[in-house]
């Protein structure tokens, strides 16, 4: 059995555990620069906020409710995602964190169980030692363990939270009461076609035959309709199955000329090389892009992306920097003022398994100078950069609505007056 876990909520739960009042109240989370939701309270929801809403658009609704409004706050959520996952991993040795919210856990060997008391139990380890609520359902394949958690959650007063789809009866009845755009894995494109096929709900996905769903929906699709059907096909993956890495930022202002694009773009390769690093991986493609603010129609539109080869693995991020920045060449046009940047990498290769190519391949040097650059800004903070990087920003976001970082920085903890 498969057991899908998600954290109810979870930047707006995330929150709550340091402000107990808040409990009860609406509460929205916002994007980068305090753009957009995308975290609402159960009591958000109520009020009809949608996810993507400008906060600009929304601020009469937010006052008029009082509705708590944050800027998202990653180093806490991510070091309360650690939290939750560590507990996790106690009760499965297989796990696949599969967002900063949601596992995926294996239950091999536990046919006797009763998989309901189980889950309560883990909620309740959960919740005990983070404040964070969790919802469980359990499932023999992912795919149905993602539809199981929906029911949870769906029906929290008949289910506690927790669902175990432990029986065929079961599996019928939840795919015909899933939508098919509510399937795990089913695009926006692809929910398009099969309603004009008249295929509404999950069960109606699974009587297609085989050649028409691998035709029309690929391999992946015909995975997928598999897994509805009970059968275990997608695997439990680890960190270094990650297909891509991608540091994105939008600006808090437009940039025109190329100068500081190439900075933004440079620090956003140096941010992937860490996060490759952590996972003792190296990546053999890079990609770059940049666009223009689409909401401002006022303005000339453009977006490109370019991506490049690499001629060898590495995970340094004076290579890559390097690398980046020969990409944005061919993405930058003047003329435009771009709102948004990013780099991507992927193409991962294991960094203890080194590739070697017969014309070039990376500094060996800078393998003992990246680690001795991580130790460094986990010791003092991201204080060693490289030159291209302007000292003085810090991401650059808009943050108005921060709250303390009570977890993760020694200066915002928590003190109690006995």
């Known amino acids: 059995m498969y ?64 509705v708590e409004v944050f800027s998202a706050n990653f180093p806490l959520y991510g070091d309360m995602s650690h939290r939750v996952m560590s507990i996790l991993e106690t009760y499965s040795p297989e796990i696949e964190v599969y967002s900063i919210d949601e596992a995926f856990l294996r239950f091999s060997g536990f046919d006797h169980y009763d998989l309901i008391a189980y889950g309560q139990e883990i909620r309740k380890k959960v919740f005990q030692w983070t404040g964070i609520p969790i919802t469980v359902g ?16 769906k029906y929290p007063e008949r289910t506690q939270n927790v669902y175990a789809m432990d029986s065929e009866e079961k599996r019928i009845k939840a795919l015909k009461w899933t939508a098919i755009g509510d399937v795990w894995g089913i695009g926006r494109q ?30 992946v699709g015909l995975r997928l309709k598999r897994e509805l059907q ?43 090389s860490e996060k490759l690093r952590k996972q003792h991986s190296n990546s053999s493609s890079l990609t770059v892009f940049a666009y223009t ?11 490109k992306k370019f991506r490049i080869r690499l001629p060898f693995p590495t ?27 990013g780099v991507i990498v992927e193409d991962f290769t294991p960094d203890s398994q080194p590739q070697l190519g017969c014309f070039s391949n990376r500094d060996q040097r800078q393998i003992p100078l990246m680690q001795a650059v991580d130790k460094l800004n986990f010791l003092y903070g ?26 993760t920085d020694l200066r915002d903890i928590i003190t109690i007056h006995l």
């Open 3 to 66: 057991a899908l876990v998600d954290c109810n909520n979870f930047y707006a739960s995330c929150e709550r555990v340091f402000r107990p009042e808040l409990n009860g109240k609406p509460i929205v989370v916002l994007s980068n620069n305090d753009g957009c939701a995308i975290a609402r309270s159960n009591e958000a929801k109520a009020l009809g906020i949608p996810m993507g809403a400008p906060a600009f658009q929304f601020k009469e609704l937010f006052e008029k409710h009082k």
């Open 138 to 153: 359990f499932a023999p394949t992912k795919a149905l363990a993602k539809m199981a958690n929906r029911i949870a959650k």
């Open 190 to 219: 692809h929910q398009q076609r099969l309603d004009k096929m008249g295929i509404k709900t999950a069960f109606d996905f699974v009587q297609l035959g085989d050649d028409w769903v691998k035709k029309h929906l690929s391999i």
């Open 230 to 272: 009970g059968t275990a096909v997608l695997q439990l993956e680890s960190p270094e199955d990650r297909k891509a890495i991608a540091v994105t930022r939008s600006f808090d202002t437009n940039y025109s000329e190329l100068a500081p694009l190439k900075e933004r773009v440079s620090t956003f390769a140096f941010a992937c």
């Open 293 to 303: 603010n689409g909401h401002r129609r006022d303005l000339p539109q453009y977006g």
């Open 315 to 341: 995970n340094s991020g004076m290579e890559l920097s390097k690398f980046a920045l020969k990409a944005l060449e061919q993405v930058y046009r003047e003329g435009y003022a771009f709102k948004k940047a």
């Open 382 to 407: 991201k204080k060693v950069r490289l030159a291209s990087h302007d000292p003085g920003k810090v991401w650059k976001m808009r943050q108005e609505k921060l709250s303390p970082s009570y977890s």
